[in-house]
């Protein structure tokens, strides 16, 4: 990461690692928190439910997953930021609930700039229609957007992004502080950092291969 920021002009240290946990089990979640990660992703809610009393409560918690809007409830008070917002109605409950408990919900819009069905986020055309909606939400905060960028995408995806990362800046909505681009993973944090993210979420490169059979 560091050499990355080095190679592309980017600041040193500017660059912010998250560590994403799903099948990870807790103890290995904190041998991570105890070597120096401050900031940790969860895909499920059931599974971050099942671990998130065994965590070291120093590091941060971030939704990165796709989120049902009947399952904020269970999360609202605990994470710090939903990274994963693709809807209106997910914003709307988001801020219900942010309002009913007192807070507000730092958020991510989710863009699914390959424009894959396997994935959600809304499309590169239809983000600022959304960020205009979500703009009027005031127990949401706007910090940016996320992206997973399609295995093997070509720079100019990334460059996209990037694009679209300004324009949000430069549309100074309200209930808006975007300073987030959250995109890059174990495979392509290089390229992410190159086209100006600022927080790469890293599973596999920390935790090495995922065992889904695990229970
Ligand atoms: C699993 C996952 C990651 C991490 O992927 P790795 O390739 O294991 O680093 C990052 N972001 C999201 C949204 C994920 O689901």
């Not at 928190?33 to 009393?53: C, F, P």
């Not at 996320?146 to 093997?152: F, L, R, S």
């Not at 992004?161 to 392509?188: T, V, Y």
């Amino acid at each position: 990461m560091a050499e990355a920021e080095t190679r592309y002009g980017r600041e040193p240290g500017s660059v912010r690692i998250m560590a994403v946990t799903k099948t990870v089990p807790p103890e290995k979640v904190n041998a991570a928190v105890a070597e120096g990660i401050t900031l940790l992703g969860e895909n499920r809610v059931q599974e971050y439910l099942s671990k998130k009393d065994q965590y070291d409560s120093s590091a941060e918690v971030h939704i990165i997953g796709h989120l049902q809007t009947n399952k904020v409830k269970y999360i609202i008070n605990d994470v710090a930021m939903i990274q994963s917002v693709d809807s209106v109605k997910l914003a709307h409950e988001i801020d219900r609930l942010a309002e009913k408990n007192g807070r507000v919900m730092d958020v991510l819009l989710e863009v699914n700039i390959g424009g894959e069905d396997s994935k959600s986020g809304v499309s590169g055309n239809g983000l600022m229609e959304l960020a205009g909606e979500v703009s009027k939400l005031k127990n949401l905060r706007i910090r940016g957007l996320m992206a997973i960028p399609p295995i093997g995408a070509e720079e100019a995806l990334y460059a996209q992004m990037q694009e679209l990362f300004e324009g949000l800046k430069a549309a100074e909505l309200p209930n808006a502080q975007p300073d987030i681009l959250s995109m890059g993973m174990s495979g392509d944090y290089e390229t992410a950092i190159k086209y100006g993210s600022n927080l790469i979420r890293i599973g596999t490169g920390l935790f090495g291969a995922r065992d889904y059979t695990r229970k």
